[in-house]
């Protein structure tokens, strides 16, 4: 089973900028097909917030475009979102997803642990 840790999540005010980080790993060898963030608010929806897949290609919620960046370290097996402009509406548990082949041909969805991200007004 592949295993994600999330880190980076943390307090700011609005207008601040911060960077998640998710590192994957597995005690067998796996290929990820595309990673990336969801968020849940309180009392909403698990959202996708941004996604990156094997071409590179790199998808956003349209209220994160122009302030949100993904990327990622294949060397590392981890994906980066960096956040700027931070809004109080962007408040909420950010959880990383990885689409992963562990020795079978089949695709598996791996969640992380999740990380707080909290933006005061």
């Known amino acids: 089973q592949v295993q994600l840790v999330e880190s980076g999540g943390g307090l700011v005010q609005a207008g601040g900028s911060l960077r998640l980080s998710c590192a994957a790993s597995?005690?067998?060898?796996?290929?990820?097909?595309?990673m990336g963030w969801y968020r849940q608010a309180p009392g909403k929806q698990r959202e996708l917030v941004a996604g990156?897949?094997?071409?590179?290609?790199?998808s956003y919620a349209d209220s994160v475009k122009g302030r949100f960046t993904i990327s990622r370290d294949n060397v590392k097996n981890t994906v980066y979102l960096q956040m700027q402009s931070l809004k109080p509406e962007d408040t909420a548990v950010y959880y990383c997803?990885?689409?992963?082949?562990?020795?079978?041909?089949?695709?598996?969805?791996?969640w992380g642990q999740g990380t707080q991200v909290t933006v005061s007004s």
């Open positions: 990156i897949i094997t071409s590179g290609d790199a």
């Open positions: 597995s005690g067998s060898i796996f290929s990820i097909t595309g």
């Open positions: 997803y990885c689409n992963a082949r562990e020795r079978r041909p089949s695709v598996n969805t791996y």
